[in-house]
C-alpha cells in the first residue's frame, strides 16, 4: 500500500509542479505583452498630446474659424489614439479607455475656449500618464526597485 500512495503522491505533486510552471510561463508571456501594448499606448497618448496642444496654439490665433474644418482636422489628429484603444482594450481598463477618449473633447475653438481647452488637456495628461503607469504595473515595478 505504502508504494501505491507513494506513487499516487508523487504523480500529484509532480502535476501540481507541472501546472504552476506552465502558468507561470504564461503570466511572463502576458506581463510582456502588457507592457508592450502599455509602452505603445504611452507613447501615442503624448505624440496626440503634444500635436492637439501645437494644433489648439495655432487655431487661438484664428480670427474667424470654420469650426467644421477644425472640428474634422482635430479629430484626424486624435483618431489614431482612438483606434489603438480600440484595437487594444482587452488590455485596458474600462476607466482608463474613458478617460483616454473624453480627454480630448473640445467644446468649440474661440480664443477663450482654446485657452480653457488647454488646461485641460494639460490636466488630463497629468492624470492619464498616471493612470497608463499605475495599471502597465509600471509604478508597483518601480516602487519595489526603489525598496531594493
Not at 29 to 51: G, P
Not at 77 to 87: R, V
Not at 99 to 123: K, M, N
Request: with cysteine.
Amino acid at each position: 500500500y505504502v508504494s501505491v500512495i507513494t506513487f499516487i503522491a508523487g504523480y500529484i505533486i509532480s502535476e501540481l509542479i507541472r501546472r504552476m510552471n506552465r502558468a507561470e510561463s504564461f503570466n511572463a508571456q502576458i506581463f510582456s505583452k502588457r507592457l508592450d501594448v502599455f509602452a505603445e499606448l504611452y507613447c501615442i497618448w503624448n505624440k496626440t498630446y503634444s500635436n492637439v496642444t501645437s494644433y489648439i496654439e495655432k487655431v487661438a490665433t484664428l480670427q474667424e474659424p470654420d469650426e467644421r474644418y477644425l472640428l474634422e482636422r482635430h479629430f484626424e489628429i486624435i483618431e489614431p489614439l482612438l483606434c489603438y484603444m480600440d484595437e487594444n482594450a482587452l488590455f485596458f481598463s474600462h476607466e482608463l479607455r474613458v478617460q483616454c477618449g473624453a480627454a480630448f473633447l473640445i467644446g468649440g475653438f474661440s480664443e477663450t475656449e482654446c485657452r480653457e481647452y488647454l488646461e485641460q488637456i494639460a490636466e488630463q495628461n497629468r492624470i492619464v500618464t498616471e493612470m497608463i503607469k499605475a495599471e502597465s504595473g509600471m509604478t508597483m515595478l518601480n516602487k519595489n526597485i526603489k525598496n531594493i
